[in-house]
């Protein structure tokens, strides 16, 4: 059983990847799954899996809210473990993941990381299409590797914490207090086509007039921003001359 959440893709092809390796079943956390409140079952033998993205060296809303309320039945010390996917590093996460693991009594045995394309055009620009194929090819080396020791439920730690990982206290409060969704807009380019407020797993954009609104607060993964057909959101002015990212695009 893999948990995962994915904003651009980078995760989802890491989760599919894993699971064409471990032939376990994929869930994908979104605020309908989370407002479900489902009971999951673990067989024996049978993994338990988490695939996230790393948002300013932390957890993301969205991810840390399934896991507070994740409702785990027959788990007897079977393997957990947990991928992590980033741009730069994964800070603690894993420190924060174990936490809250550990509240539900279970232990976290496989902690690792894989680097991706960064995709937070709100902060800088896109490695250029060359160098996206060089780490796309890395990584797909790093998550056979992590495949072979999930496989054989090996207890591991193989993840780039990054110098700055001290901070993640600091930047893990500065995203959960920030109000995301207050940038966003549409340029004349818009078309009105929905696949923004069909596809975003928080749930908060709305079509008004034709248009998107966002409406309260959202996980800011991204995904509205990066798969528009027209490239007609943005996000201030930064993202106004920067490309578009999505390894493939997760749908809700």
Not at 19 to 29: F, R, V
Request: aromatic residues 12%; glycine residues 8%; proline residues 3%.
């Amino acid at each position: 059983m893999i948990f995962y959440f994915s904003g651009t893709g980078n995760s989802s092809h890491v989760a599919k990847s894993i699971a064409s390796i471990t032939d376990d079943k994929l869930i994908s956390i979104s605020k309908d799954l989370i407002e479900a409140k489902e009971r999951y079952q673990m067989d024996e033998g049978e993994n338990l899996g988490f695939v996230f993205p790393v948002y300013w060296y932390s957890l993301p809303s969205i991810v840390e809210k399934f896991l507070k309320q994740l409702n785990i039945e027959g788990y007897q010390n079977q393997y957990v473990y947990a991928i992590a996917t980033y741009g730069f590093a994964g800070g603690n996460v894993m420190k924060q993941l174990t936490g809250i693991l550990k509240e539900h009594k279970i232990p976290l045995k496989g902690k690792f990381g894989v680097k991706m394309v960064d995709n937070y055009v709100v902060g800088y620009s896109l490695a250029n299409r060359k160098k996206q194929e060089i780490i796309k090819k890395e990584a797909n080396v790093m998550i056979e590797e992590i495949g072979r020791i999930i496989t054989k439920k090996t207890q591991a730690e193989m993840i780039h914490k990054g110098k700055l990982a001290f901070v993640s206290p600091l930047t893990g409060y500065a995203y959960k207090n920030a109000k995301h969704t207050h940038k966003f807009y549409t340029t004349k380019d818009c078309n009105s086509c929905g696949l923004c407020e069909k596809n975003c797993p928080c749930n908060v954009i709305h079509l008004v007039d034709g248009k998107p609104s966002w409406e309260g607060d959202c996980t800011f993964c991204l995904r509205c921003l990066h798969s528009c057909n027209k490239t007609a959101i943005q996000y201030g002015k930064a993202t106004l001359k920067r490309e578009r990212y999505t390894y493939s695009l997760p749908i809700k």
